[in-house]
T-cell receptor
Framework: AQKVTQAQTEISVVEKEDVTLDCVYE???????LFWYKQPPSGELVFLIR??????QNEISGRYSWNFQKSTSSFNFTITASQVVDSAVYFC?????????????FGTGTRLTIIP | NAGVMQNPRHLVRRRGQEARLRCSPM?????VYWYRQLPEEGLKFMVY????????ESGMPKERFSAEFPKEGPSILRIQQVVRGDSAAYFC?????????????FGPGTRLTVL
């Protein structure tokens, strides 16, 4: 069984502040993949990043950065210098390498509101 | 290269009617996944199909729901005798080969409202 927990239901920050969205995962598999998706008010799902379990290097893409720590089973997402366009629901997701388990398991999401 | 297409984008049905949701995967993709997002919740896996085969339907409700992915044409998620609790956004994703080696690309979703 696998599980993704996003304990922060809603976060509000003032524009230009930094914000970190937490994601904690559970899986018994040694090979797995972690994802972050953004769901803006328009409703579509926008892929942000995929990380496999063998790659613990942190990643930075513009204002976005991700901190993957296997020791704490966490894959946190930080937005620096937040902007109003970052307002959305953000989902963390997990899948494993088990044949027959190709589905993505999503967390319940964190609704981020950036206050101008 | 067009992305994953879903239609209709919005669907309104009365209780007891049937709902048919269509998903056209990206060109060349033969793996399709359906997810459901209930209001204010995350996405939940429903079913995984390859052409003409259901691979994993562990997330499908036992009754009223069915899915197919024929050799030709889109994948169809069918809900018979809809009830108010079926109101949700239904997302389809496709991948070139079996996930997770190949990323799942999501469609824009179909928002089903049951009156």
């Amino acid at each position: 069984a696998q599980k993704v927990t996003q304990a922060q239901t809603e976060i509000s920050v003032v524009e230009k502040e930094d914000v970190t969205l937490d994601c904690v995962y559970e899986t018994r598999d040694t090979t797995y993949y972690l994802f972050w998706y953004k769901q803006p008010p328009s409703g579509e799902l926008v892929f942000l990043i995929r990380r496999n379990s063998f790659d613990e290097q942190n990643e930075i893409s513009g204002r976005y950065s991700w901190n993957f720590q296997k020791s704490t089973s966490s894959f946190n997402f930080t937005i620096t210098a937040s902007q109003v366009v970052d307002s959305a629901v953000y989902f963390c997701a997990l899948t494993t390498d088990n044949f027959g388990n190709e589905k993505l398991t999503f967390g319940t999401g964190t609704r981020l509101t950036i206050i101008p | 290269n067009a992305g994953v297409m879903q239609n209709p984008r919005h669907l309104v049905r009365r209780r007891g009617q049937e709902a048919r949701l269509r998903c056209s995967p990206m060109k060349g993709h033969s793996h399709v996944y359906w997810y459901r997002q209930l209001p204010e919740e995350g996405l939940k896996f429903m079913v995984y199909l390859q052409k003409e085969n259901i691979i994993d339907e562990s997330g499908m409700p036992k009754e009223r729901f069915s899915a197919e992915f024929p050799k030709e044409g889109p994948s169809i998620l069918r809900i018979q005798q809809v009830v108010r609790g079926d109101s949700a956004a239904y997302f389809c994703a496709s991948s070139l080969k079996r996930a997770p080696y190949n990323e799942q690309f999501f469609g824009p979703g179909t928002r089903l409202t049951v009156l």
